[in-house]
C-alpha cells in the first residue's frame, strides 16, 4: 500500500502564498490523477484542484488564478502552489490519490493524506 505525506501547511496573512506538496511511498506500479481537497470547519469537503498522469489540470472556481496544481512524476509528488491567499481558503488540506498497483493483475485504490492546516489571517 502507499503512503501519503503532506507538507507545507502552515499560517499566513491574506495576500500572502503558501505551497503544499504530499510525496507518495510504496509498492507503487504507477500514479495516475492526483487532487487537493480541503475542508473547512463546519463544511464538506470540497476538490480544490486536480491534475492527470499527463499533466492536465482542473480548479475549482474560487482558486482558478490563484492556485496552481503541479506534479512530479519521478518523485510522486503533487504540489499546490497557492498564491493571494484569503481568510475564506482557511481549511484542512488534503492530497487525494489514485495508484495503481501491480500484484500478477493490475488494480487502483484511491488514497488519503493525513492533511495540513493552511490559516490565512486577516
Known amino acids: 500500500q502507499v503512503q501519503l505525506v503532506e507538507s507545507g501547511g502552515g499560517l499566513v496573512q491574506a495576500g500572502g502564498s503558501l505551497g503544499l506538496s504530499c510525496a507518495a511511498s510504496?509498492?507503487?506500479?504507477?500514479?495516475?490523477?492526483m487532487r487537493w481537497y480541503r475542508q473547512a470547519p463546519g463544511k464538506q469537503r470540497e476538490l480544490v484542484a486536480g491534475i492527470t498522469s499527463g499533466g492536465r489540470t482542473n480548479y475549482a472556481d474560487f482558486v482558478k488564478g490563484r492556485f496552481t496544481i503541479s506534479r512530479d512524476n519521478a518523485k510522486n509528488t503533487v504540489y499546490l502552489q497557492m498564491n493571494s491567499l484569503k481568510p475564506e481558503d482557511t481549511a484542512v488540506y488534503y492530497c487525494n490519490v489514485d495508484v495503481t498497483y501491480y500484484s500478477g493483475s493490475r488494480y487502483t485504490n484511491n488514497h488519503w493524506g493525513q492533511g495540513t492546516q493552511v490559516t490565512v489571517s486577516s
Open positions: 510504496g509498492s507503487i506500479f504507477s500514479i495516475n490523477a
